[in-house]
């Protein structure tokens, strides 16, 4: 890997906050257990946190501690979807801030396919918040120019990857019935 993703990398265990390419836009996140971070995420993003965010991850096992155990069918139904473009809403785990879940129970939840958030939760060892980058009144980023532009010197860092070939945001599915919450 490059020396920006590196230090990138370096950037997150240090509790900063990073934007990285995703299946259809620029991501911001963070270390999801270092809540000033998720904190500066919401800030940034100028996100109400009753909304609640994303956790992306490389496998499954890195979103296990922060969901509460699936039943076969739902799991099943989960799994044939990652590592893939679709983010589910699952139960989550008491302990899950609220800073990540919002006022939820439930917590949205993707093992990402995109070459660059694979690596870097495979790096890092846990998988990473991640939010649209932008301010909540603009247009998502598709590139690291337009991360750069809105957001200047507030970011740590920037990995600098051309995002996959996704046109929308991620679909995003109840995890225990499969209803479709939001259209790819």
Not at 56 to 77: E, G, K, N
């Given at each position: 890997?490059?020396?920006?993703?590196?230090?990138?990398?370096?950037?997150?265990?240090?509790?900063?906050?990073?934007?990285?390419?995703?299946?259809?836009?620029?991501?911001?996140?963070?270390?999801?257990?270092?809540?000033?971070?998720?904190?500066?995420?919401?800030?940034?993003?100028?996100?109400?946190a009753h909304k609640g965010l994303i956790l992306i991850a490389a496998d499954f096992d890195q979103l296990a501690p922060?969901?509460?155990?699936?039943?076969?069918?739902?799991?099943?139904?989960?799994?044939?979807?990652?590592?893939?473009?679709?983010?589910?809403i699952l139960p989550a785990q008491p302990h899950v801030s609220p800073l990540i879940r919002g006022e939820h129970d439930?917590?949205?939840?993707?093992?990402?396919?995109?070459?660059?958030?694979?690596?870097?939760?495979?790096?890092?060892?846990?998988?990473?918040?991640?939010?649209?980058?932008?301010?909540?009144?603009?247009?998502?980023?598709?590139?690291?120019?337009?991360?750069?532009?809105?957001?200047?010197?507030?970011?740590?860092?920037?990995?600098?990857?051309?995002?996959?070939?996704?046109?929308?945001?991620?679909?995003?599915r109840q995890g225990l019935t499969g209803e479709i919450v939001r259209f790819s």
């Amino acid at each position: 890997m490059t020396a920006a993703f590196e230090a990138c990398i370096q950037a997150v265990q240090r509790g900063g906050v990073i934007a990285y390419p995703t299946e259809a836009v620029y991501g911001l996140g963070c270390d999801p257990a270092q809540l000033a971070a998720v904190q500066r995420v919401l800030t940034l993003k100028q996100r109400p946190a009753h909304k609640g965010l994303i956790l992306i991850a490389a496998d499954f096992d890195q979103l296990a501690p922060y969901l509460l155990p699936l039943d076969s069918v739902t799991h099943a139904r989960v799994m044939v979807t990652w590592p893939g473009a679709v983010t589910w809403i699952l139960p989550a785990q008491p302990h899950v801030s609220p800073l990540i879940r919002g006022e939820h129970d439930t917590l949205a939840v993707r093992v990402s396919a995109h070459p660059t958030c694979r690596a870097l939760c495979l790096r890092l060892g846990h998988p990473l918040i991640s939010t649209s980058a932008n301010l909540s009144t603009l247009p998502p980023a598709r590139d690291a120019q337009a991360v750069a532009a809105q957001f200047g010197t507030l970011l740590d860092g920037i990995v600098d990857a051309p995002v996959g070939g996704q046109a929308q945001p991620t679909e995003i599915r109840q995890g225990l019935t499969g209803e479709i919450v939001r259209f790819s």
